[in-house]
């Protein structure tokens, strides 16, 4: 349409041949930019009117930002102003109001008479099998070998031991024969004391003798296997000798339980007693040893408590060491006591290692842990019956001041309550 125009034009305007032909290139060349120039326009009446550049949306302050927005601030936000601030000269306690930790509250442990009487209702509530079983089973109408056949089998499930649970049962059944079953209590009661054994010597060696020229403290070295609470039981010890008004030193010679020296300084400190230690990890337990006794002579203590290592009582390595320990305190004088601590619950498995460390530091008395945790009292008859040494301590909880010195007639009585 547009070309036939054209031509049409060009035709009534009678122009020369060269005239023509080039008004014909020049028209086709710019029908193409008029068309441009057109669309141009029209678009641009579409495009709806919005904010200039410098008024658009902020993404993430005016809106939610989205895919290929910016969302943090424009380059060109106004900045804050570097400010300067005056410090005080010195930052300490007064200046940023924090309390200064002092030294820790010494405490007063309890007298040590009567703890045992104090925690009877505990003792009688965990060890019923060895007391109220045997009671209830002897109170029956008629005792037959059935019935002496359940009491053996009390016994024997009581730790009491195979041995000692068969002399028990027999002098059961004579006196009970002779006697009649009219004081059943008593006559258990007598029976079950005579079996704990009153006539060992329970008091622990812990008066200090005078050396050569020298003060010399008592020296008690705690041994056993680990996890009975060798190092809790030290710290425990230790109280019930400041209440009884002895000044004590403590040797942390466990040196390869990291927290060991350190749980027995807070032993220590709540006390009022030094502790001897290295701050070496894996240092020498037997140096240690021997300078906390050192300590103990320059200070003219009366007591040094040794703790050591827990060690498995298979391990010969181990054991040998226990016994280095033991000759090195040796240098500044006999060791007054080598306590063995021992798991009351692990029954007749703490008699293996009873044997063992026996064998190797000469044990000269028990402390019984975690008496309260168990049912099988009997284990008090069998470690004695099986070293020839007393129980001198048991543990009935973990309060503070719940180690308390043996009594075989309060224990039975704890028992039969």
Known sequence: MLETTTLDLLAASALSPDETTWIVVAGALGVPVVIGLVVGLLRRGRRPSGPTTDDRPRPGVDYAPGVGDDAGEPVDTPRRDVQTIELPDAVGPDVLDVPVPGPPAVETPDEVVGRLGRLRARLARSNNALGKGLLALLSRDTVDEATWEEIEETLIAADLGTGPSLELVERLRSRLAAEGGGGVRALLRSELVRAVDPTFDRSLAVTPTPGEGAHRPAVVLVVGVNGVGKTTTVGKLARVLVAQDKDVVL?????????????????????????????????????????????????????????????????????????????VLERHGPVDEVLLVLDATTGQNGLTQARVFAEAVAVTGIVLTKLDGTAKGGIVVAVQRELGVPVKLVGLGEGADDLAPFEAEAFVDALLD
Do not use: C, I
Not at 279 to 293: I, K, L, Q, R, W
Not at 298 to 315: C, I, M, P, S, Y
């Open 251 to 327: 040797g942390a010679a466990d040196t390869f339980r990291a927290a060991a020296a350190e749980q027995l300084t807070t032993w220590g400190e709540r006390v009022g007693v030094p502790t001897v230690r290295s701050e070496v990890e894996g240092a020498d337990p037997a140096a240690v040893a021997f300078d906390a006794v050192k300590a103990g002579v320059d200070l003219e203590a009366d007591v040094v408590l040794v703790d050591t290592a827990g060690r498995l009582q298979n391990k010969r390595d181990l054991m040998d060491e226990l016994g280095k320990v033991k000759r």
